[in-house]
């Protein structure tokens, strides 16, 4: 009698010892969720929209429908990430838009949240209705780490359509390490996208001069830019001079002309850094233009020492005859 009191007074505990387990995960649960839902609508919601907007085009519907993976991904929030893997969640649910939460990873540089996903089944190149793989958004935030990682988990390194190259996106916006870890993965480094023209095109109309030089050193074609339109065209449109001259010292072709039938030269600003670095460059053809430029620059005290000694083989009263 006194044994089966105290088995029950066993089986009870054990019951209660139960129970309150499942109520501790119970609590737990809603306190993530609340956590989670606290994130979204408190967190840097604006921020994200506005990339996301950037990146995807249309906000409304791609915000509509993301999970809470989604929003632990692009928040970087491992810990969450974690938790919403265990309880089942699909590593691939995708938005209409068909960003899955590796892109979202990707989009905000967190590799460790990146990592845990495609670990867990994620699919690395999975595109969205833009075209848009996360290796490409990796290049947009400028994670040399998601760059590598992705590589590594098979990411294809080259899009066959052009609308959202990876290589050309990390130019555009400077980032030379993730250009780099590309290249050395065989992307085509004179790749002509038809909206972007070639990584050395998009490296002059950004002025990414890291980039210019790196790319110029790896051997990228230095007239290939975009159909005419050659690296030193979309350089003469900047104000950087040392664009151009790097352009030169690589053998930049000064005289081709564009689809507007114009050289380097007529586009750039008149009496700029840039017009001046395109003359010097031209040689004795050019040095009366030069001269009456440098001529202009004296008369306003900003002469150039180097400028005036290139006028000094001609003699200067007849270039100011033209004034
Ligand atoms: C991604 O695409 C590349 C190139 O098509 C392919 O070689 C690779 O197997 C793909 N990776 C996965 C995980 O499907």
Redesign the pocket.
């Known amino acids: 009698m006194e044994e089966n009191s105290v088995f029950h007074g066993f089986k009870n505990i054990y019951v209660t010892i139960f129970a309150l387990f499942f109520f501790f995960k119970l609590l737990i649960k809603i306190f993530l969720a609340l956590l989670t839902h606290f994130y979204i609508v408190k967190g840097n919601r604006k921020e994200a929209a506005r990339i996301s907007e950037e990146i995807y085009g249309g906000i409304s519907e791609s915000w509509a429908d993301r999970s809470l993976l989604h929003e632990a991904a692009s928040q970087g929030r491992l810990l969450a990430l974690k938790t919403l893997i265990a309880q089942g969640i699909n590593v691939n649910l995708v938005t209409i838009n068909r960003v899955s939460s590796l892109h979202e990873a990707c989009l905000g540089g967190h590799v460790a949240c990146a990592k845990v996903l495609l670990e867990h089944g994620a699919?690395?190149?999975g595109t969205t209705v833009h075209g848009v793989t996360p290796l490409f958004n990796a290049c947009c935030s400028g994670s040399p780490a998601c760059v590598n990682l992705l590589l590594e988990?098979?990411?294809?390194p080259q899009l066959d359509d052009h609308l959202a190259s990876p290589i050309h996106e990390a130019v555009k916006r400077g980032h030379k390490e993730c250009m780099e870890i590309l290249l050395a993965n065989n992307v085509n480094i004179d790749q002509e996208a038809p909206q972007h023209g070639t990584p050395l095109y998009v490296a002059c109309s950004y002025q990414r001069t890291d980039c210019v030089k790196k790319l110029l050193e790896l051997g990228a074609s230095v007239d290939q830019g975009k159909w005419l339109d050659t690296p030193l065209h979309a350089a003469a449109r900047q104000s950087s001079a040392e664009v151009i001259d790097l352009l030169a010292d690589y053998g930049a072709s000064l005289r081709l002309l564009n689809h507007q039938g114009k050289c380097a030269l007529d586009l750039a600003t008149p009496q700029s850094s840039v017009e001046q670095a395109l003359l010097l460059r031209e040689g004795p053809s050019s040095l009366a233009q030069l001269c009456r430029l440098c001529i202009r620059k004296c008369l306003g005290r900003s002469c150039h020492y180097a400028i005036y000694q290139l006028c000094l083989p001609e003699p200067l009263e007849k270039f100011l005859l033209y004034q």
């Open positions: 699919h690395v190149n988990f098979g990411a294809k």
